[in-house]
Nanobody, 122 residues
Framework: QVQLVESGGGLVQAGDSLRLSCAASGRTSRTYIMAWFRQAPGKEREFVAGIKWSERNYSEAVKGRITISRDNVKNTVNLEMNSLKPEDTAVYYC?????????????????WGQGTQVTVSS
């Protein structure tokens, strides 16, 4: 079993920065690919960013404003978000899958955290 625990969400103003973290524990061999998704009210869960070693993939909506990184020793993955916009408001989820490549469909990920709320006010 793998457990993912997110932290770092909160209420910020437009233009602010925020850092989300996800700590993995347990059978971390299933965290070969780590990713962040988000889900706004009334919308489907969408891919934000994914990472496999040094390879990264970003959605077009966040490219240039968000950076994903991971610490394989600490088994954590971070999401640095800059120039936040009200449309970034959502619950952000950490997810993992045990095989390549970095995929953008939430159906391809079998381990999920509980989510952390990010609210960006205008």
């Amino acid at each position: 079993q793998v457990q993912l625990v997110e932290s770092g969400g909160g209420l910020v103003q437009a233009g602010d920065s925020l850092r989300l973290s996800c700590a993995a524990s347990g059978r971390t061999s299933r965290t070969y690919i780590m990713a962040w998704f988000r889900q706004a009210p009334g919308k489907e869960r969408e891919f934000v960013a994914g990472i496999k070693w040094s390879e990264r993939n970003y959605s077009e909506a966040v490219k240039g404003r968000i950076t994903i990184s991971r610490d394989n020793v600490k088994n954590t993955v971070n999401l640095e978000m800059n120039s936040l916009k009200p449309e970034d408001t959502a619950v952000y989820y950490c997810a993992a899958r045990g095989a390549t490549p970095i995929l953008t469909s939430p159906r391809e990920y079998d381990v999920w955290g509980q989510g952390t709320q990010v609210t960006v006010s205008s």
